[in-house]
């Protein structure tokens, strides 16, 4: 039975080569690093050997130079492809905090190498335990001291440190209580993940729901030259700020993809399961919530390819990301439940994959914002009501 995806659409070549390449990666293979807790390192190397991690690069650093739609269609179909994105879409956005901001000599350092794989910069470091959503009251500083930067603090749930060579972090260079804006006296520098594991930056795993590598971190007298300041200094919430439109849409894009992957086992296992004489999907109870499932994430990809092509034309798209993710989310989560429901006993067995996908997109109404968080941006922002916070 074919598959129910999008109508073919301009993107249909890159979905090919990327169905190509996900389909050496099948259900036992993601079973296994799920099993095994462990780091899809054979997939994670296939892709960016293809050449797909780096396709937010400009050619002239070695990248492909591709639009966010392209980039968002790579995400969404590893998802739909049983996947999961979460292992590696972090060099998609956090590169492109480097691009934008970071100075040429930066820009010739790193970028090429990651184009080929050589670095990864699957890491950016901004939450922290204490603080949480309120990001501009965070506590880790980095004070200036001669051609370094000495940095103290704590970190928590920053993913893929285990399996990256850069992290791009957020610190506070100028006390809160110097600033005119709260927003303002935060810097994001480069860390080479090896070299400050060995002179100040300790992490610890953090076991959690999803198979997803992410950890506490702790950065006692950790020294960063200089040099690896990212842009000017102060400004670097308005650097993080600029780079998640980008991570929004391209989440956004994952969570269509799993929400796909949910409608078609649904309707596959709906058709094939015979109880009552019957298939299960004859009972309008059953087929219901599927056909809901399909008209809701078919809603939530027209705003996820909204919001990534007023991007690519550099135009404004904070309100359509952001409700790009929103609808996403709840879409692939809903989608999730259904599938679940419709498997009856055998959605909650490891080997049919609902599971797992279960937990992995339940992550998305939560990181890397939360819902909330997203109605509060739309209420303020775009409907005018009171600053809440
Ligand atoms: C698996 C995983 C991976 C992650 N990876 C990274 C990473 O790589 N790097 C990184 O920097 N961070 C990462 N995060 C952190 C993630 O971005 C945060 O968990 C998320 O932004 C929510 O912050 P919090 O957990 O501190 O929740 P809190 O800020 O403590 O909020 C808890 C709840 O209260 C709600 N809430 C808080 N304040 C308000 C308010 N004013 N109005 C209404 N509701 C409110 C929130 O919406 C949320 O539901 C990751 C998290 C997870 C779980």
């Known amino acids: 039975m074919t598959m129910i995806i999008p109508a073919a659409d301009q993107y249909q070549e890159l979905r090919e080569a990327l169905r190509d390449l996900c389909g050496s990666f099948d259900s036992q293979y993601w079973q296994k690093v799920d099993e095994a807790r462990g780091y899809p390192e054979a997939f994670v190397d296939a892709l960016t050997k293809a050449g797909w991690l780096s396709a937010l690069i400009p050619t002239e650093y070695g990248g492909s130079g591709l639009g966010l739609c392209e980039a968002s269609v790579i995400m969404e179909e590893i998802n739909l492809a049983g996947g999961n994105a979460g292992s590696c879409h972090g060099q998609m ?182 109880v009552f004489d019957r298939p299960i999907g004859k009972n309008q109870g059953v087929q219901f919530p599927i056909a809901d499932s399909y008209i809701e994430t078919e809603a939530a990809n027209l705003m996820r390819f909204r919001a990534c092509e007023l991007f690519d034309q550099n135009l404004p798209c904070g309100a359509q990301a952001n409700m790009a993710k929103y609808l996403a989310a709840k879409a692939s989560w809903e989608a999730a439940n259904v599938c679940l429901q419709t498997h009856g006993g055998f959605g909650f067995a490891c080997e049919y994959d609902v599971e797992r996908k279960f937990r992995e997109t339940r992550l998305y109404q939560v990181a890397p914002i939360s819902t909330n968080l997203i109605f509060s941006y739309v209420a303020e922002h775009i409907l005018g009501l009171p600053r809440s916070f």
């Open 93 to 274: 956005y956090n590169m492109g905090t480097l691009l934008r901001h970071g100075s040429e000599v930066q820009k010739q350092l790193y970028l090429p190498k990651i184009a080929t794989g050589e670095l990864r910069l699957q890491s950016m470091a901004v939450t922290e335990p204490t603080t949480g959503t309120d990001t501009t009251k965070l506590k880790t500083t980095a004070v200036k001291k001669g051609d370094k930067y000495v940095v103290n603090g704590q970190k928590v749930w920053i993913s893929r440190i285990q399996h990256s060579d850069l992290m791009i972090l957020l610190a506070r260079t100028t006390p809160l209580a110097e600033v005119k804006k709260k927003s303002e006296g935060m810097s994001i520098f480069i860390v080479n993940i090896a070299e400050a594991l060995a002179s100040g930056m300790t992490i610890s795993p953090i076991l959690n729901m999803v198979n997803h590598e992410t950890n506490e971190v702790f950065f006692d007298n950790l020294e960063i030259p200089a040099e690896n300041l990212i842009g000017e200094e102060g400004m670097g919430f308005k650097y993080i700020l600029d780079g998640l439109n980008a991570e929004r849409a391209l989440i956004a894009a994952e969570c269509i993809g799993d929400a796909y992957w949910f409608v078609n086992r649904s309707r596959n296992y709906a058709n094939e399961r015979v």
